[in-house]
């Protein structure tokens, strides 16, 4: 029992686990990272678009990204020992009618409450940044502080340090449950028979969350969707932005290499759940070439673009769109992370070192009150 103890014990190996992991090693805590597939990052977090981006999200949390783009992902490279090729370049939130942006200044007004650089421009301002786009193209939401990285880079960084740090990550275990001893959530259960003991158990396992945390009575409400990407071959460069819009049709961006990343779906996935396990989510025929048609529409010269790889991921939708995380008043010792609702890789490394913050000394540094499983207790 002795090697299976740590002080503390993280379930999930992607981005939140293995950055909360190295900001505990390097605070001097021992770890173990338990990860149900065989590879580090199989889920969510190698499988997103890549946006480093404060614009368009939660007033909840909008300080996390806020902190993480000011404190952390600028010095990240250099950190972890590894390029995790992060550009802030801004990010441009496109609309094409009247009603989007009604939709994008929405968004805007309440991200400025917050005390965020972002404003509306018009299409002639668009064009000045961008000029590949579309003439369809009547206005955007404009964020200079925003960016992308390399989802898988990035996490992998993190999980090399981490393990430099003599964190010790176990592949191919599935979690079975938790369990309390003396009152708090301190044992783990894994699918090999093996039981892990810490003073902390972290759940961050992305959907799969869901079925652990109810083995010790916590429910976080959420669901999946499936979301699936695209990259071409390396073409000319042509901008550094990070792009979405105002519906979410597509997002994306071009990388190093020259590939333009490009992720979006066709609204087929939510009616038919039939792709495959958890950690080996299937794409389709259509979604592709749905996300194409819609490029086009704002980018008519990547017409020719060829794709050369699709793959798919499964999101973990909270029921109100933004994360989990913190302590439970339930379940004593546990620390939820999970319910991302696809827009955790940015805020990673935020969460990362808050959440270890929290385990050693109580408290965060950044306000993550909103975000706390309590919030969806019965008003009284």
């Not at 079975?176 to 708090?184: C, D, N, Q």
Request: one cysteine or more; proline letters at 4%.
């Amino acid at each position: 029992m002795t090697e299976n103890k740590a002080d503390v014990v993280i379930v999930g190996g992607g981005i939140i686990g293995c950055a909360t992991a190295y900001y505990l090693a390097k605070k001097g805590k021992s770890v173990i990272v338990l990860e149900a597939s065989d590879n580090i990052g199989n889920g969510g977090s190698s499988r997103n678009g890549g946006g480093v981006r404060q614009s368009g999200r939660d007033p909840r949390e909008l300080p996390l990204a806020m902190y993480g783009i000011k404190y952390l992902w600028p010095g990240l490279s250099e950190e972890l020992g590894v390029d995790c090729e992060y550009h802030k370049d801004g990010n441009l939130r496109l609309g094409k009618t009247e009603e989007h942006l009604k939709i994008l200044e929405g968004l805007t007004e309440r991200a400025k409450a917050c005390g965020l650089d972002v404003r509306m421009i018009d299409a002639k301002e668009v064009k000045e940044i961008n000029p590949h786009l579309s003439d369809e193209v009547i206005g955007a939401s404009w964020c200079p502080t925003d960016g992308h990285a390399n989802p898988m880079k990035t996490t992998l960084a993190f999980y090399k340090k981490a393990r430099e740090m003599g964190v010790r990550f176990i592949t191919g275990e599935s979690v079975t449950g938790l369990k309390k001893y003396k009152g708090r959530v301190s044992r783990v259960y894994g699918e090999s028979g093996a039981v892990y003991e810490g003073e902390y158990v972290m759940v961050a396992a992305g959907y799969e969350s869901r079925d652990i945390l109810e083995t010790v009575g916590i429910d976080v409400p959420m669901h999946t969707e499936l979301m699936e990407c695209l990259v071409t071959e390396a073409e000319p460069h042509m901008f550094d932005q990070m792009l979405g819009t105002a519906e979410a049709d597509f997002y994306g961006h071009q990388s190093d290499h020259g590939s333009f990343v490009f992720g979006g779906s066709s609204g087929i996935e939510l009616n038919n759940r039939d792709h495959g396990p958890l950690n080996s989510p299937s794409n389709t025929a259509i979604t592709a070439p749905c996300i194409c048609r819609g490029i086009m529409k704002y980018f008519p010269e990547l017409e020719d673009a060829k794709i050369v790889r699709t793959w798919a991921g499964f999101l973990d939708i909270c029921q109100d769109g933004v994360p989990v995380l913190g302590f439970a008043d339930e379940a004593p010792g546990l620390v939820i992370a999970c319910g991302f609702s696809g827009h955790g890789f940015g805020i990673g490394p935020a969460v990362g070192e808050q959440l270890a913050m929290l385990m050693i000394e109580g408290k965060t540094s950044v306000d993550i009150s909103g975000l706390r499983y309590g919030r969806f207790k019965a008003k009284i």
